[in-house]
Every structure is written in C-alpha cells, then in structure tokens.
C-alpha cells in the first residue's frame, strides 16, 4: 500500500511559478515510478511529467516541456514538480501518482489556478 499526499498549489498571475511537492510513504520501490496528472474544468486528466525513482528517466506532454521540470529527493520520498512561465491554460486540479508493483495510487490533488 502506498500513499501519496500533494501540497503546493495555489493562485498564481500568467508567467508566474509554482512548486507542487508529493510526499510517498508506505511500500515504495526503486521500480517505482511517479508522475504528475492533471485535470481541467470540464476535460478529462491527463499526463503531465513522469519520474523513475531509481534511473530519474523523466517523461514530459510537450505542452509543458520547457516549463516544467520534475525532480526527486530519494531520502525523503518526494517528488517535486517545478512550473515556471504558468499559462491560464495550466488551470487544472494536479494529481500525483505512484505506480507500484502495477498498481496505480492517487493522491487527492492540489489546485493550481493560473490568471490571465
């Protein structure tokens, strides 16, 4: 069992930054992956950055590579998502996600609210 915990949100201005965290605690393994979704007012959630706990390969949906950069810090079991340059279109609930041993847990999500 794993969980995942997301804190970091909040009200930022057009061009602005953010910096969402994600604590994991329970059974994590260096196989693991972790990533960070996101899910917009009337859309559907989708994949916004990705990290291997053990190699730190990551994975970006192009609309934010260049913005976001997603990090780690093993000894704490936190994943980190840097936003820089926010775009009102970056408006959405942030969800963390662990996948481990093939199963998917989700954290309650953070809300990030970007204004124009």
């Known amino acids: 069992q794993v969980h995942v915990v997301e804190s970091g949100g909040g009200l930022v201005q057009a061009g602005g930054s953010l910096r969402l965290s994600c604590a994991a605690s329970?059974?994590?393994?260096?196989?693991?992956?972790m990533g960070w979704f996101r899910q917009a007012p009337g859309k559907e959630r989708e994949f916004v950055a990705s990290?291997?706990?053990?190699?730190?390969?990551?994975y970006y949906v192009d609309s934010v590579k260049g913005r976001f950069t997603i990090s780690r810090d093993n000894a704490k079991n936190t994943v980190y998502l840097q936003m820089n340059s926010l775009k009102p279109e970056d408006t959405a609930v942030y969800y963390c996600?662990?996948?481990?041993?093939?199963?998917?847990?989700w954290g309650k999500g953070t809300l990030v609210t970007v204004s124009s």
């Open positions: 329970g059974r994590t393994f260096s196989s693991d992956t």
């Open positions: 990290i291997t706990w053990s190699g730190g390969n990551t």
């Open positions: 996600n662990c996948r481990s041993l093939g199963i998917s847990y």
